[in-house]
């Protein structure tokens, strides 16, 4: 199989990339680089894999781009993921967004691509839980733009679909964690918190802390990717675990991992996001035979030990 994954150098583009290649699929990573890293690609690019360094903004470079490459199916995973980034510039993240991916849209419809597996969000999309876990049905009500911006893509991947006859599905992510998440980004409480762990060093707490997501650990996001690209299943699918966990609760699993007192220092709470939120994948189950593998334990091992290689 011949496949592009737009954000291919970001944290979880390029562990999808790895496991494409292992399934023995030719890659093009497509990334302009602004948050996703050469480094992730690494190993993958010894492989065989190739790095095209563009913006999804650029209509007529993305064109050119597929055109080369072929694709048969399209992971689209380049975004704008700030929160805070989308309340302060909601016109920029609507631009990434929003015209970025209907330019993937345009791209792999005019090169014949065969589906396009979109990466969507859960949380930011619902807003806050009035249903837990959150089913795919549960009310829009974005908190912040960039729930908003990821909303109207799906639209556009459902329109595309209608008016086109292209193949599309949209994975909505819980909170994703795993190795190569940035712990110096501004997204990714998880990897923030390792940093901070291996750093000696406290982690900050915006709010009391009792607010909750779902964290799906990222070999489990690739899963479900893969699973989509081979199957007929449209629409929006949830994929997460279903299981809440506080921000306190985080710290105290951490805390037996630090060589310092890992006691949270308290910040006023942030614009836009969400209190409760956890998401229900019995669809993904069901139609796409997907669940989530990964224990949280398990999973900020992992975490932890990829953060400390790279300090």
Known sequence: MRAVVTGGAGFIGSNLVD????????VVAIDNLSTGRRSNLAGALARGARLVELDICDRQ??????????PEVVFHLAAQIDVRKSTADPAYDARVNVEGTINVLEAA??????????SSTGGAIYGEGQILPAPENHPVAPEAPY???K???EGYCEL??????LSTISLRYGNVYGPRQDPLGEAGVIAIFCGRLVAGERPTVYGDGHQTRDYVYVGDVVEANLLAANCEATGAFNIGTGVETSVLELIKALAPHAH???????APPRLGEVRHIALDSSRAA???????????AEGLEKTLSAVKAAA
């Open 19 to 26: 496991a494409l290649l292992e399934e023995g699929h030719e």
């Open 61 to 70: 470079a993305l064109l050119e781009a597929f055109e080369e490459a072929r």
């Open 109 to 118: 419809r005019a090169t014949g691509a065969r589906r396009v597996v979109n």
């Open 147 to 149: 729930g908003q911006s």
């Open 151 to 153: 909303f109207a893509a």
């Open 160 to 165: 595309f679909r209608r008016l086109h006859g």
């Open 260 to 266: 310092a007192p890992f006691e949270p220092e308290y």
């Open 286 to 296: 069901r139609e796409l035979g997907w669940q989530a593998r990964t224990t949280l």
